[in-house]
């Protein structure tokens, strides 16, 4: 076994000689232990990475869920409840014409009670009162699915000549 110098401070030395204390066991143990958590220190930093992956993919997966129901409830309101003002409207802020957030009231005031009744079960925290931030998932889904109608009806709506439908063409 190879031989090891432990030093101590001379307090401590004194009172380890003076209750008897045999050094090398206790050392041992007490290296064994420290020995242990820094194996165990090891494994739990490597498998962070994976831990990081999944906790990354389960984000992914909410996200597109989220998406596809915001999506769902922008395209069921633009079927349902929109005007043909609104749908202009959010259409253009899906094209980037109104920046990242947009006024409810200014843009799409049926929409705002549209969602207080189709999203109130979906996400019951949301504050749906004044703006919609397509920076989350829902709220992104929700402006394009209004548009995907709007982008599908709007040669129908120029084949009628719908007043303005044609100049946006």
């Not at 915001?70 to 079927?79: E, K, Q």
């Not at 259409?91 to 990242?100: F, I, V, Y």
């Amino acid at each position: 076994m190879p031989k090891v110098n432990v030093y101590l401070p001379a307090d401590l030395a004194r009172d380890v000689k003076g209750h008897g204390i045999s050094l090398s066991p206790v050392c041992q143990a007490a290296l064994r232990v420290e020995v242990m958590r820094a194996e165990a220190s090891t494994a739990t930093r490597s498998d962070l990475a994976a831990v990081a992956d999944r906790l990354a993919l389960t984000d992914k997966v909410d996200n597109d869920r989220r998406y596809l129901e915001g999506y769902g409830v922008g395209a069921d309101w633009a079927r349902e409840a929109a005007s043909l003002r609104e749908l202009r409207g959010v259409s253009r802020h899906c094209e980037g014409d109104l920046g990242r957030s947009f006024d409810l009231v200014d843009i799409a005031p049926s929409l705002h009670s549209f969602l207080m009744v189709r999203c109130a079960a979906l996400d019951p925290e949301a504050d749906w009162f004044e703006r919609i931030d397509t920076e989350t998932a829902f709220n992104r889904g929700l402006v394009e699915g209004a548009a995907a109608v709007y982008e599908v009806v709007r040669p129908l709506l120029a084949s009628r000549d719908i007043a303005g439908a044609s100049k946006e063409q």
